[in-house]
Nanobody, 115 residues
Framework: QVQLVESGGGLVQPGGSLTLSCAAA????????MGWYRQAPGKQRELVAF???????NYADSVKGRFTISRDTTKNMVVLQMNSLKPEDTAVYFC?????????WGLGNQVTVSS
């Protein structure tokens, strides 16, 4: 079973933009808090952005003002818009859904910021 399907990763130049999407099953999306984690080589996994069922959001200090997380309810999808990307943003990004009784993880999506 694959509950979370990520897309949108790739290579982008510093200062550029990239959009990550995470599609979830309706029964998960509708009741889950959702977000994105990332893990860079040699670094531990960190929370990038989070959006609760009620719509409140939180961001890592390193991405505040540059990244925006949102829900697209028509597509059961969470979207991470990443602007002004820096090489330090290079990592594998993981979508996560927390429905309270269960946590689901995506398989990971590589984002590389390089000239």
């Amino acid at each position: 079973q694959v509950q979370l399907v990520e897309s949108g990763g790739g290579l982008v130049q510093p200062g550029g933009s990239l959009t990550l999407s995470c599609a979830a099953a309706e029964n998960i999306f509708s009741i889950s808090d959702m977000g994105w984690y990332r893990q860079a080589p040699g670094k531990q996994r960190e929370l990038v952005a989070f959006i609760a069922r009620g719509g409140s959001t939180n961001y890592a200090d390193s991405v505040k003002g540059r990244f925006t997380i949102s829900r697209d309810t028509t597509k059961n999808m969470v979207v991470l818009q990443m602007n002004s990307l820096k090489p330090e943003d290079t990592a594998v990004y993981f979508c996560v859904a927390n429905r309270g009784t269960r946590v689901y993880w995506g398989l990971g999506n590589q984002v590389t910021v390089s000239s």
